[in-house]
C-alpha cells in the first residue's frame, strides 16, 4: 500500500472567531468601552444626587445595550477580505472592505474570504508513472478566490477542497507520463497540471493562477542504473567519434597515396622530411631499409646532415676559444 500524506490545515484563534462570527473590531470595542465609562460616571453622578431606582435602571442599562448592540454590530473587512453575510440561514450578501454594519442575531457571519493569492504545497508519494516507476512528486499550486459566493456556498472548506484536488490531479497527470517525460517536461506537466486543477476549482470560485513542480525524487536504486546508462552512452559516443577520426585519417592517406603515385619527386621530398623531422630531435634514432638509400639518395642526405652538425660544432668551438682569449 502506498503511503499518502495528509493534509493538515494548522486553525489559529482569530480563524476560529471567523468561523463563528465573533470577529470584533478595535472601533466596536472602543465604543463599547467608552459607553460603558459614560454609564459608569453617570450611575456615579445620580447616587450623589439621589434620584430614583428607574432613573438608574434606565442609565446603567441603555447605555449597556447600545454598547452591546455597536460591539457586535459593527464589523470591520480589511482591504483584502469579504465578509459573507447570512441572514437568518439564507444568503445575505457581501460586505467589505471597510467597515459595516450587521444586525446580531439576526445576521451571521459563517467565513471572511481572502482575495489575495494563496499558496499550497502538494505532493504525490510512491506514485507510479505510465512506465510503472514510483515516484515522489513535490509542487507548489498558486490561486486565488475570484468568486466569495460562490466559494462560500459551493464548498464546504474551499482551501482543503483546492489542495485535495490539486494532490489528486498531481496522481493523475503522473499516471499518464513516463518518467522520461515527467524528468524533462516540467514545464508542460506545469500546465497540464493547471488545467486540470482550475477545471475542477472553476466551480467553486477559485482560479488557479500558475503551478510549479519544486522536485522529482526517484528511486535510489533507478537513479544508479540510470547513471550507469548516461556513462555507457557517453563511452559510445566517444567510441563513434574515435572511429569516424579513423575514417577520416585513412580517407586522407588514401587521397595522399594518389597524389603520390604519379609524382615520385613529391614522394620523396615527404620522405626526406620525414628523415629530417626525425634527424634533428636530440638523441633520435631512425632506422630505414638499405633499399632506401638508393631510392631516396639518403647517403648524400646523411652526408649533408653530418657535414651541417661538423660546421655546428666548429662554430661553437671558435667562439669557445675566442671567449677564453
Do not use: C
Not at 555507457?232 to 577520426?245: D, F, M, N, P, T
Not at 621530398?269 to 631516396?296: C, Q
Request: hydrophobic residues 50%.
Amino acid at each position: 500500500m502506498y503511503a499518502r500524506k495528509t493534509i493538515n490545515k494548522s486553525v489559529t484563534g482569530s480563524e476560529v472567531r471567523k468561523a463563528i462570527g465573533l470577529r470584533i473590531s478595535g472601533i466596536a470595542a472602543m465604543l463599547f468601552l467608552v459607553l460603558i465609562v459614560l454609564s459608569a460616571v453617570a450611575l456615579i453622578i445620580e447616587l450623589l444626587e439621589g434620584v430614583q431606582v428607574w432613573l438608574l435602571m434606565v442609565t446603567i442599562l441603555v447605555p449597556e445595550l447600545i454598547g452591546l448592540y455597536i460591539l457586535f454590530a459593527l464589523k470591520v473587512a480589511d482591504q483584502w477580505e469579504k465578509a459573507v453575510v447570512l441572514r437568518l440561514g439564507r444568503f445575505s450578501g457581501l460586505r467589505g472592505p471597510g467597515l459595516f454594519w450587521i444586525i446580531p442575531v439576526v445576521d451571521r457571519i459563517p467565513v471572511w474570504i481572502d482575495h489575495r493569492v494563496m499558496v499550497t504545497p502538494f505532493s504525490a508519494e510512491k506514485t507510479l508513472t505510465k512506465d510503472t516507476v514510483p515516484v515522489d512528486v513535490d509542487a507548489v499550486l498558486f490561486w486565488l478566490v475570484w468568486d466569495a459566493e460562490k466559494a462560500a456556498l459551493e464548498v464546504e472548506d474551499y482551501r482543503v477542497a483546492i489542495a485535495w484536488a490539486a494532490q489528486t490531479a498531481l496522481r493523475e497527470v503522473i499516471g499518464q507520463m513516463d518518467l522520461a517525460t515527467i524528468l524533462v517536461g516540467r514545464a508542460m506537466m506545469d500546465k497540464e497540471l493547471q488545467k486540470t486543477i482550475d477545471e475542477r476549482t472553476t466551480p467553486w470560485g477559485v482560479t488557479v493562477q500558475s503551478v510549479e513542480i519544486r522536485d522529482v525524487v526517484i528511486p535510489q536504486e533507478l537513479e544508479d542504473a540510470m547513471s550507469r546508462q548516461a556513462q555507457a552512452e557517453r563511452e559510445r559516443q566517444a567510441r563513434v567519434i574515435l572511429g569516424e577520426s579513423e575514417k577520416q585519417i585513412a580517407q586522407s592517406f588514401a587521397d595522399a597515396s594518389v597524389a603520390y603515385q604519379h609524382n615520385p619527386t613529391a614522394l620523396h621530398l615527404r620522405a626526406m622530411n620525414m628523415l629530417f623531422e626525425g634527424l634533428k630531435e636530440k638523441g633520435a634514432l631512425v632506422i630505414v631499409p638499405s633499399s632506401a638509400v638508393d631510392t631516396m639518395n639518403l647517403g648524400g642526405l646523411a652526408g649533408i646532415t653530418s657535414l651541417a652538425g661538423m660546421a655546428a660544432l666548429d662554430t661553437k668551438g671558435s667562439k669557445s676559444t675566442e671567449e677564453d682569449a
